[in-house]
């Protein structure tokens, strides 16, 4: 079924009102009769040719003016579809130049250079490597989102057990909350089940977890819990890390959206990964906010996955 436009909207609500109001200011001669009554005067017949003319008139204005605002509204989405894909294009193409050019850079020295020790050699194609790991992950995130912003309807659903999904996660990642000194907590209760996409669903916690592990600091807590509420699993995010100022909070979840731009390229981030939360949160249905976890620090994830 075809949504009706905003245009379309206050077209036929202006109508419906129009209507009902001549029909009972008709029929019941100013709410004095209490039944209906067929018209006796002359002057009633008039009234009602009259009410009829004004309301084909009012209808065709209106129609002309929702046509108009939905032509103004059609446009202006246009106008912000286009800028965002404009910025959407050029950010593309900047991140992704950073490490073709070093793949290139790496892979020229070593065809340049034949009397380039072994030891040499090994460590610009370790560096080469790096950088190929990194292009492989921008470009993973980005046809996740382009999934996601296109082809959402065709993304397959199932029961997920979140609780065993979660706790392969911790495992996968044991090493390297180890070595950021990081304590993870696994709050979770056995047994939450909703219903999504498993790839989806693995990518809010997955990249929750990563980011917290690369910007939390070191020597950090992170807890993840959970609570149901009526249909709706309700989970908590939280660390107790180095946080972020009051003026990035609303911006984070943009693509490309970075508070520290080197930071994040030494560290590896694609500048997706809460974007990609965001995003799949949103097509399970559910809501995400991002708040300071105190007034000292940390950052806290809090949204919502609907239940099986």
Known sequence: ????????????????????????????????????????????????????????????????????????????QAEKENRMRRELTQNIAHELKTPVASILGYAETILENDDMSDDDRLRFVRRTHKQARRLAALLQDISLLNRMDFASDVLSRERVDVSILVADIVEETAQNVEEHQITLRNCLPQDIIVNGNTMLIYSIFRNLTDNAINYAGRGTAVELSARKEGNMWHFTFSDNGQGIADEHLPRIFERFYRIDKSRSRTLGGTGLGLSIVKNAVLLHGGTIAVRKTSENGGLTFDFTLREK
Do not use: N
């Open 1 to 76: 079924m075809k949504k009706l436009s905003e245009g379309s909207k206050m077209w036929f609500s202006v109508m419906a009102i129009f209507i009902a109001f001549a029909a009972i200011f008709l029929l019941f001669e100013d709410y004095d009769r209490k039944v209906f009554q067929t018209f006796d005067e002359p002057s009633d017949w008039h009234l009602l040719i009259f009410s009829l003319v004004v309301m084909l008139g009012l209808a065709w204005l209106l129609h002309r003016y929702a046509r108009r605002m939905d032509e103004r509204i059609s446009r202006e």
